[in-house]
């Protein structure tokens, strides 16, 4: 193998410590792909559409508006932009444990090394990805995306690396 193809084909290693933002970027994108995401998003945006209406419809005829209603909207609201960031906390206080993350990415799949446990996940079982300004993160194929790995940018050795990265998983994921 010629010294670029090595380069093409050969791992790329990264380190990083995971942080909460990682892992609510993460499930932002993965409410993108699942099929329940998008369900449970869409019946929040109608509830609270229906809410704004019928508090305008009361504003209209100059009755009150009946208290609920003002409190049912800011619940719905903050659930459609809370949910993800909350998911993301619980899931990264067992993440957090696990130190810091050994990842090597090459033509087999990806290995993630950590402090107390290691895992090979290889490209039939995480078909798919979404590429983030910070993050490659991997979903399996089923419609809920029930199964992620999330790589962080800021691990890799040389900005190259990122390019790399990009390389291999365009070669075998589908780009989501």
Known sequence: MSEQQEAVHGA???????????????????????????????LVV??????????????????????????????CGSVLFLTPWLVARQLFRFVRRQGEFRVRVDESGVGVDTDSTSTVVRWQAQPRYVETADLFVLFSD??????????????????SDVDRLREIFDRHLTKV
């Open 12 to 42: 790329v290693e990264l380190r990083y410590a995971p942080e909460l933002r990682d892992y609510t970027t993460a499930l932002r994108a993965r409410s993108r792909v699942s099929v329940g995401s998008r369900r449970q998003r869409i």
């Open 46 to 75: 109608a509830a609270t559409g229906c809410l704004v209406v019928a508090t305008l419809l009361s504003l209209a005829r100059g009755t009150d508006v009946p208290v609920g209603l003002p409190v049912a909207l800011l619940l």
């Open 142 to 159: 089923d419609k809920n995306a029930t199964a992620l790995t999330v790589i962080a940018k800021r691990g890799v050795r040389d900005g």
